[in-house]
């Protein structure tokens, strides 16, 4: 039988590598052999992942040095010499074994203001959007994340300034300023124009290479970095 | 080893961006310093100017204008990439800032030798 060499993280921060050997299947991903490992070598492995199919986002770790989801990664296509080697996700802090701290993560998605607040009551006619306005677009090409922290553990930016908010947090932040619905529009700009904010980033593009879903924070982040220097100038963000 | 995180374009040109720049700012004390010659007379100035027609003087003239092209190009990428609406991927900003550095470099050998 066919068998791969598997290196697992074990520990928190201060800990190492274990070996592991698993069957090599022709069809298996990532997360296949991480669940053979904790039902077969050793119950005591920890991590985390749900939805097996790609929707929930909480099975992200890093895999031969790449952060992907792992779900969704097959072998083949990552370990073409049947070696693995499985770490938590970089750029948080870790639990135990698999399993990263993603509090950080979710911290800055909420002092980013990515909340959406409307701007009208129950009670009120709806206000008609259509899709094809520039902003509406612009929000739909955002929308679709689904919270996995890949592009923030690839982000050079996050390694180096810990404060700085990150690709997700700030990629939700244009989604909800392109949302003409939402109440607090000015708010999210002043929440991503301080210290930890959009104009940190140096356009490398890690973020838009490694996230999944093919989400584009990059460009968000550019557009944040447009919408606040404008709103700059015109004395709105006092 | 580079983090395998980093190896695709956007950040071999943020390095080259970013490394071209430090080469330029090396650079700049060193070229006062020789402008600051002539405050010696035209003479020093001109017995320097004579120096730098040595070989080596000439092949670092040309590391420089291609830091120069490579930082300009770099600038006027991320410009394009932060100023301008943009939908994919701008690799092939990269391959042309890369290009017309290259090419200026280039020029200037043949120009010299
Ligand atoms: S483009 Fe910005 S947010 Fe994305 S990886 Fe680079 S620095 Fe981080
Ligand atoms: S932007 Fe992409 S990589 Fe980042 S959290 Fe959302 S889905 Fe994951
Ligand atoms: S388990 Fe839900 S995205 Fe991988």
């Not at chain 2, 670092?60 to 830091?67: D, G, Y």
Request: net charge positive; with cysteine; glycine share 6%.
């Amino acid at each position: 039988m066919k068998t791969l060499d598997v290196q697992v993280w074990r520990g928190d921060e201060t800990g190492g590598f274990e070996k592991f050997e698993a069957p090599a299947q022709e069809n298996q991903t990532v997360l296949d052999v991480v669940t053979w490992i904790q039902r077969n070598a050793d119950p005591s492995l920890s991590y985390r992942f749900a939805c097996r199919v790609g929707m929930c986002g909480s099975c992200a770790m890093t895999v031969n040095g790449r952060p992907r989801w792992t779900c969704r990664t097959h072998v083949s296509r990552v370990a073409k010499d049947g070696r693995l080697k499985i770490e938590p996700l970089l750029n948080l802090p870790v639990i135990k074994d698999l399993a990263s701290d993603l509090k950080p993560f979710f911290d800055k998605w909420n002092a980013a203001r990515g909340t959406f607040e409307a701007a009208i009551k129950r009670e009120d006619p709806l206000v008609p959007i259509s899709p094809d306005q520039p902003e509406r677009a612009a929000a739909n090409a955002a929308i679709e994340c689904i919270n996995c922290a890949v592009c923030y553990s690839a982000c050079d930016m996050v390694g180096w300034k810990p404060s700085y908010l990150g690709p997700a947090a700030l990629n939700r932040a244009w989604a909800a300023w392109n949302d003409v619905r939402n109440d607090n529009r000015l708010d999210v700009l002043k929440a991503v124009s301080d210290d930890a904010g959009c104009h940190n980033c140096h356009s490398h593009q890690s973020c838009s290479e490694h996230c999944p879903v093919g989400l584009n924070p990059t460009l968000s982040i550019a557009g944040l970095k447009r919408a606040t220097s404008k709103a700059l100038l015109k004395g709105n963000l006092k | 080893m580079m983090r395998p995180t980093r190896k695709h374009s956007g950040y071999w040109a943020f390095l080259a961006h970013r490394l071209s720049g430090l080469g330029l700012a090396l650079f700049l004390p060193l070229h006062f310093l020789a402008l600051g010659t002539a405050i010696q007379g035209a003479a020093k100035l001109n017995s320097f100017l004579e120096w730098t027609e040595n070989p080596l003087a000439k092949f670092a003239e040309i590391i420089l204008v291609i830091l120069l092209s490579a930082h300009l190009t770099g600038g006027l990428r991320l410009l394009a990439l932060e100023f301008l609406p943009w939908s994919e991927r701008q690799k092939t900003w990269i391959s042309i800032g890369a290009g017309i550095s290259l090419a200026a470099g280039l020029a200037m050998l043949f120009n010299l030798i």
